[in-house]
């Protein structure tokens, strides 16, 4: 690399999805491991540009989902993008 490091830094949009995915259901599960954390919620946020990764970070454990990347790539009119491919259901 061209700066020393542990090649995570600079990450962000899709690339991180993966990762983002597998820290928020880690944190998820060890939260609710323990009687004195089962009620923090985890915020999942990494690579979320549309519905399914929406749909993958709450099936990960997120009670909610931070949209960062893609906001500043597309600007506000991304929440109607995700929103798009909402079911019923999810709406």
């Not at 490091?5 to 600079?10: A, C, E, R, S």
């Not at 990450?11 to 928020?24: R, T």
């Not at 549309?50 to 009119?77: I, S, W």
């Amino acid at each position: 690399p061209a700066l020393p490091g542990d090649g995570l830094g600079g990450m962000a949009g899709p690339p991180l999805h993966p990762l983002a995915l597998g820290n928020v259901r880690t944190i998820a599960r060890m939260l609710k491991g323990w009687p004195e954390t089962k009620h923090v919620s985890v915020i999942g946020v990494g690579g979320v540009g549309d519905a399914e990764a929406y749909r993958r970070m709450r099936n990960a454990g997120a009670y909610a989902v931070a949209v960062g990347t893609a906001l500043g790539k597309d600007g506000v009119d991304v929440f109607a993008q995700i929103a798009k491919g909402f079911t019923d259901k999810e709406k």
